[in-house]
């Protein structure tokens, strides 16, 4: 297990490495420069400037500051805002969009797996078309939209009650978290519910709940410490590529509901080419959901022991 | 030991069994076989149905509905389909000046409100030592007095206003606020709504085409504008035509770049499942990196790298991004299926007939992982579009005015609010196109991979 860790977190900081190579060289393969921007400035001040951000230096030297720099966690200055390091807006917005993220996993989570069990016990019926019909609609809407329509419902029931029951947007208390992040977690906890549902309908069939049927334990025993227990492992090895997945999707939702995310500060910095904050976030991103998958796969061998985590 | 005693008749074969071995049934290939499992599968049926009529919405729909998808309507913007499309001649534009008096009392119209001009006048209010301020709202006020956009502060012995900004045929709600001496608003407001009627002068009538050059008609005349069955954007764009066009942009990332990633996979995947050993860890290896790129990320990265120059619409960066990030997850699928495949005794036996590498990789390797491919194509088809749409939503993927369904989303969302349709159309189309992309690759993968079968 402690050998496995090791392995995994040697692979994974070579991975960010690679990440942050490919970010540093496809951003210094863009046409143009952060400085030929709307001012036109003189020779001067041109090489000052290049100067101040190390702009003049071979591209190998860069990229060896570079890599120093990220190595000590320093991502730099933004080039559109004066003063402000890219580790300081990092520190801003990102627990925003954490708690935005970790909301809708948690969200998504409890869903898929008590939708995913609901349809397989009840498979072939009632509850479980209508849930499998949801899901596929889940799956099919893209996130926008979903996302759209849930402000639109809200701006409706408040219209509807007269009182503002939830806020439409911004970010502050519990009240405005609850809507975002279920919209968030909603494509999630479809592909989840799917999966579980799948898994879940294998454990039924299987000889330990025969026998443990045989031996008279009480249904709801049955299904919490016999099914529930067992079908959950295979969702839990999909959380890390969920969390990508969630990751991304608050981009659009940050934007809709006007949550200051770093997801939305992501999308700002790449409409206003701000390259200091675009490699920083790119490669913070990269490392968080690289750790992120890591740490699930570790986790997911401590809880299933037949795992063997060599 | 007991002689045996056998004659020839013992020996001769026995006829019943070589019946019982017999085909009774007609022998299907893997694909008639596939394709009989795929009929039987509704779902997957009604899904085949809903892309083949989509590719020919695609294709046939723009030489039928023969609309340019940049045109612009100024006459009809953000109506929604089957909206009222007659438009009545008026008298060219007179400016006017507060005079005439007009009956009433308030806050009232000088005459019905049209698309020309809605002039207001009001009495006095109480407390409006500075002036008044005039609104104007798409909504009913309510209890949280948003009046809406602002038009004018007038000075305290003003009291009319004509509007001429941008009016739309819908209902209006104006308010006027009276402001105190320092410029504050008080709590004296007064409101008036009225539908507005969609007019045009001669000379207007003239330019669209709807009268002849030296034609001329009587004030009242009804004419009728151009049809848009599903209705206007947010510039007068005919919705129908730029769905149409935009379909060609989504259906073409959706389509091609699968099939660009899943060539280069399946070419990769095969060379390293073949050569095997060291070559194989380091093909292996690299595609390992490549898997673990944040895609979305780079995906935006990718599209900033491959800036797109002025007139050009950034689908192919979009492909490109694509195909350099997606490839590896079908190499590695191919390269599993060819180790498992290069074991199997028909390969051997082909091996001892003389068969060369060249011959087996494409005579039986790339054949027997068909079926797996085809389901990863279907399948990656609904993702790609949904990337499309994504990127297409933050402002990274096609570039206006180039229709998609992704920044038709984009442009929609914007007036959610007062045309839905905007919103609606757009997001049908990638919804139901992704679920028939969903549902078919259920069936394929039904009934072209034994080993998935019946597993759900």
């Known amino acids: 297990m402690g050998r496995y860790a090791v ?10 490495w690679f990440i942050a190579t490919a970010t540093f060289f496809a951003m210094h393969a863009v046409p143009g420069d952060p400085l030929s ?82 349809t397989a016990i009840y498979r072939n019926r009632l509850p479980d078309t209508i849930i499998m019909f949801l899901v596929i609609l889940g799956i099919s809407v893209p996130s926008f939209v979903i996302a759209a329509l849930g402000q639109l419902s809200l701006v409706n029931i408040n219209e509807w009650t007269g009182v503002s029951i939830l806020p439409v947007g911004g970010w502050g208390t519990v009240w405005h978290m609850i809507v975002p992040s279920m919209v968030l977690g909603l494509g999630t906890m479809a592909y989840l519910t799917r999966l579980m549902r799948s898994s879940m309908l294998e454990i039924i069939n299987s000889d330990f709940v025969r026998t443990a049927k045989s031996k008279g334990v009480p249904p709801t025993q049955i299904f919490t410490r016999h099914q529930l227990r067992n079908a959950i492992l295979p969702v839990i090895t999909v959380l890390g590529p969920s969390i990508a997945t969630i990751t991304t999707g608050g981009f659009v939702v940050e934007i809709i509901f006007a949550i200051p995310g770093l997801g939305r500060y992501f999308v700002q910095a790449v409409q206003q080419l701000d390259y200091t904050v675009i490699m920083g976030t790119t490669v913070f991103y990269g490392a968080f959901l690289v750790f992120m998958v890591i740490l699930v796969d570790l986790i997911y061998g401590l809880i299933d022991p037949r795992v063997r985590l060599e | ?40 599968n509704r779902r997957a049926l009604i899904s085949l149905y809903l892309i083949i009529g989509l590719l020919i919405f695609t294709f046939l729909g723009p030489v039928v509905w023969q609309v340019d998808p940049a045109q612009q309507d100024v006459d009809q913007i953000s109506q929604p389909p089957f909206a009222d499309r007659t438009v009545t001649l008026v008298t060219e534009y007179e400016p ?16 019905d409100p049209t698309t020309q001009y809605i002039r207001l006048v009001w009495d006095e209010l109480p407390g409006a030592a500075g002036g008044y ?42 308010s006027i606020v009276a402001l105190d001496a320092a410029g504050y608003e008080t709590e004296s407001v007064e409101t008036i709504s009225g539908d507005v009627t969609r007019v045009i002068t001669p000379s207007e009538a003239r330019g669209r085409g709807l009268l002849a050059e030296g034609e001329n008609a009587a004030v009242g005349t009804q004419f009728r504008l151009a049809t848009h069955p599903l209705g206007t954007d947010y510039l007068g764009r005919d919705m129908l035509a730029r769905l149409m066009h935009g379909a060609r942009v989504s259906l073409f990332i959706g389509f091609f770049a699968p099939l660009l990633f899943v060539l280069i996979g399946v070419i990769y995947g095969s060379i390293a499942g073949f050569v095997g050993g060291v070559g194989d860890q380091v093909l292996m290896r690299f595609a390992d990196f490549v898997v673990a790129l944040p895609f979305l990320l780079f995906m935006i990265l990718f599209k900033v790298v491959f ?18 990030l997606l490839w590896p997850a079908t190499a590695r699928l191919v390269r599993g299926q060819i180790l498992q495949i290069r074991e199997e005794g028909y390969i051997s036996a082909s091996r001892l007939l003389g068969a060369k590498t060249n011959y087996l990789v494409l005579r039986h390797m790339i054949p027997n992982t068909m079926g797996v491919i085809l389901v990863t194509i279907t399948f ?18 096609v ?31 990638i919804s139901v196109t992704v679920l028939a992309f969903n549902l078919l690759g259920d069936g394929l993968r039904d009934a072209l991979d034994a080993r998935m079968r019946g597993r759900e």
């Not at chain 1, 392995?7 to 960010?16: A, F, N, P």
């Not at chain 2, 006829?15 to 394709?35: F, T, V």
């Not at chain 2, 809406?148 to 502060?153: D, M, N, T, V, Y």
């Open chain 1, 7 to 16: 392995k995994r977190l040697i692979q994974g900081v070579i991975t960010v």
């Open chain 1, 37 to 118: 921007g709307d001012k036109a400035l003189t020779e001067k001040i041109r090489a000052n400037l290049e100067a101040k951000y190390g702009l003049d230096q071979p591209l190998m030297t860069q990229y060896a500051i570079y890599l120093g720099n990220i190595a000590q966690g320093d991502f730099g200055i933004s080039f559109t805002q004066e003063n402000r390091e890219v580790n300081d807006i990092i520190r801003e917005h990102f627990p925003v969009s954490a708690t935005l993220g970790i909301l809708a996993i948690v969200f998504a989570g409890l869903g898929g797996v008590l939708w995913g069990a609901l």
């Open chain 2, 1 to 40: 030991m007991a002689e045996l005693k056998l004659d020839a008749n013992a020996f001769a074969p026995i006829h019943q069994e070589q019946e019982i071995q017999s085909i009774s049934r007609p022998s299907l290939s893997y694909w008639q076989d596939a394709w009989i499992r795929l009929k039987a």
């Open chain 2, 96 to 111: 006017w000046y507060g005079e005439g008096a007009v009956a009433g009392e308030g806050l009232r119209f000088v005459e």
């Open chain 2, 133 to 174: 301020r005039v609104y104007r709202n798409l909504f009913p006020i309510g209890p949280e007095r948003a009046y809406g956009l602002p038009l004018i502060e007038t000075e305290p012995g003003k009291r009319f206003f004509e509007d001429r900004l941008d009016l739309q045929p819908t209902t209006y709600y104006y």
């Open chain 2, 307 to 324: 800036a797109i120059g002025p007139g050009e619409s950034g689908i192919m960066p979009m492909l490109l991004a694509m195909v350099i």
């Open chain 2, 380 to 397: 990656a088809v609904p993702s790609a579009i949904f990337t499309e749409a994504f990127l297409s939503f933050i402002g990274m993927g």
């Open chain 2, 399 to 429: 570039a206006p005015p180039t229709p998609s369904w992704g920044s038709m989303c984009n442009e929609g969302i914007k007036t959610m609010l007062t045309t839905p349709h905007e919103l609606i159309f757009p997001a049908l189309f």
